[in-house]
């Protein structure tokens, strides 16, 4: 293993048994960064990558089997706290849910009236507007006029076209513009 703090692409590779692709890879997406001299320091390789492999494969050790119950991290101080917590959030949970209940109960009874409102102006308003209507007219069968064809076609009248008026033009504009 070299001395030196710096190393280059192919060095950095070896030592860490990577391709030459991925630490390229990882300097052109900024993972990774050279110094001005194209070389990549040591301290940057650690900060990436870790610590180097060396000739002997280390055994990695499972310790999750290893940490106990016992330890530090789970002492009765911790778990009363824990339960506190979870009682606290349990109630805050609780809150939460009433308020979006009572929104919601909110939200039904805005809607209905909203629902309602348009019914009653239109109704209203379509009282007001229209004179009464002869129900004899409405009740009357309007097929009889298609089946039969004994009833003469009325026509519709049609408004004659009117030729638009000219428009007014001034004194001078009508020495110095062109006739339209």
Known sequence: MKTSTKYSVSDAATLYKKSRATLYKDLKNGVLSRDNDGFIDFSELLRVYGEPFSGKHLKHTDTSSI???????????????????????????????????????????????????????TT?????????????????PKDDELTTGQKEN??????????????????????FLPNG
């Open 67 to 121: 940490q106990s119950t016992n330890t530090p991290e789970y002492s009765k101080n911790t778990v009363v706290e824990l339960k506190n917590q979870i009682d606290f959030l349990k109630k805050q949970l609780e809150k939460a849910e009433d308020r979006e209940a009572k929104a919601n109960s909110r939200i039904d009874t805005l809607l209905t009236l909203i629902e309602m409102k348009p019914s009653q102006a």
């Open 124 to 140: 209203a308003n379509n009282l007001q507007s229209e004179p009464a209507i002869d129900l004899k007219l409405e009740t009357k």
């Open 154 to 175: 009325k026509r519709i009248p049609v408004p004659e076209p009117v030729e638009p008026e000219p428009v007014k033009r001034g004194f001078l504009s009508r020495f």
